[in-house]
């Protein structure tokens, strides 16, 4: 395999930069070489959301792509997809979709709801990532046609209604969604969706519903083998992006006195940009890409600018940032086909 089949991508959270300094973390990271930024969304008070703050990051830069969290079980569907497709016009067609769905008693009290757990997280997910796809299809690409002679600005015709309905077996509150969206078709078709691999596979949301999934292990030296075991499970079809926490010598502090506790499953790094560039080089020959959860982010982000994504670059492993491209690009997908023109197009084909 050559270096350029086997170069791969990083992403890099951004969880710790606020409005005050964001348009220079985000810009910084883009500097560095990195193709997406993610935004954990942990609402606080008097803090954007994860959302909100990809916005603000988008139409700043140039090449990175910028990929909120967004909650699948206490937001509304409708609304996910219309706030995605409007993030992808800021963005130049970078925007992303992390679908979460998690265990959370304070936002189902916060907006009235049921509590969601187990199995139904699952089912919430898929069902809101369906309803995001066919609103984000529901205008044909050429449906907008601003025609002054006869003042229509759409093509009715190019809009279709969606006529969702969750399953019968649904474990949630039943809701159905006609369509079409509000907002014309983002840039690339569809977003690339993203979700946990926990909550992707049989029984779960499908595994064609999403574009990458996020793998998780207890250790970095058992995540290059929990990547395979995740590939093998769902296929080639998915992309697969490991998570890891980072600690790095820095500012003449070993990284072992600055190391944090570990964020739950996710396998972390504690040492030299040397010895994380071998990590990570060998971790881009298993994963498609890697995102970084730095310890404390201006710290991490120097080193990793300077140390670590040169290395990378030297030895082949990490790709060059795509200049004017996608999300999608990023993630090797192709154009996205639209269902509803598709089928209009075969329903008039047999007319004929």
């Not at 409005?19 to 220079?24: G, H, S, V």
């Not at 609402?43 to 969290?69: H, K, M, S, Y």
């Not at 190391?259 to 040397?274: E, I, L, P, T």
């Amino acid at each position: 395999m050559s270096n350029a089949e086997k170069a791969g991508f990083l992403a890099i959270e951004l969880d710790g930069a606020g409005y005050e300094n964001l348009a220079r973390t985000v810009l910084a990271a883009e500097s560095a070489g990195f193709h997406v930024a993610t935004f954990k969304d942990a609402p606080e008070a008097g803090r954007a959301n994860a959302l909100q703050r990809a916005a603000f990051a988008g139409p700043v830069t140039r090449t990175i792509a910028v990929v909120p969290e967004v909650d699948t079980v206490y937001t509304e569907p409708f609304h996910i997809s219309t706030q995605l497709a409007s993030l992808d016009y800021v963005s130049g067609g970078r925007a992303g979709w992390i679908a979460t769905a998690v265990e959370a008693p304070e936002a189902a009290a916060a907006v009235g709801r049921s509590y969601v757990e187990g199995d139904a997280l699952a089912q919430e997910a898929a069902a809101s990532i369906e309803v995001g796809r066919r609103l984000w299809d529901s205008w044909e690409d050429d449906a907008v046609i601003r025609d002054v002679a006869t003042g229509r600005y759409i093509d009715v015709d190019k809009l279709h209604y969606v006529d969702f309905e969750t399953p019968e077996d649904f474990h949630g509150a039943a809701y159905s969604v006609k369509g079409p969206s509000i907002i014309p078709r983002p840039l690339q078709g569809q977003l690339p969706v993203l979700a946990a691999a926990s909550l992707v596979g049989e029984g779960l949301v499908p595994a064609d519903a999403v574009d990458a999934v996020l793998v998780t292990a207890p250790t970095a030296e058992l995540l290059a083998g929990e990547v395979r075991d995740v590939r093998a499970r769902l296929g080639a079809g998915v992309a697969i992006v490991a998570e890891l926490d980072v600690v790095l010598n820095a500012r003449g502090q070993a990284a072992a006195s600055r190391s944090v506790a570990a964020q739950g499953d996710r396998a972390g790094f504690v040492g030299s940009a040397a010895g994380l560039a071998e990590l990570l080089d060998s971790l881009l020959r298993e994963a498609d890409g890697v995102r970084l959860h730095p310890a404390v982010l201006d710290v991490e982000l120097e080193e990793l600018s300077r140390r670590v994504l040169p290395e990378l670059r030297r030895r082949g492993s990490l790709r060059p940032p795509i200049q004017d491209g996608t999300f999608r690009d990023v993630l090797g997908l192709g154009p996205a086909e639209n269902r509803y023109s598709t089928s209009a197009a075969a329903i008039a084909a047999a007319g004929k």
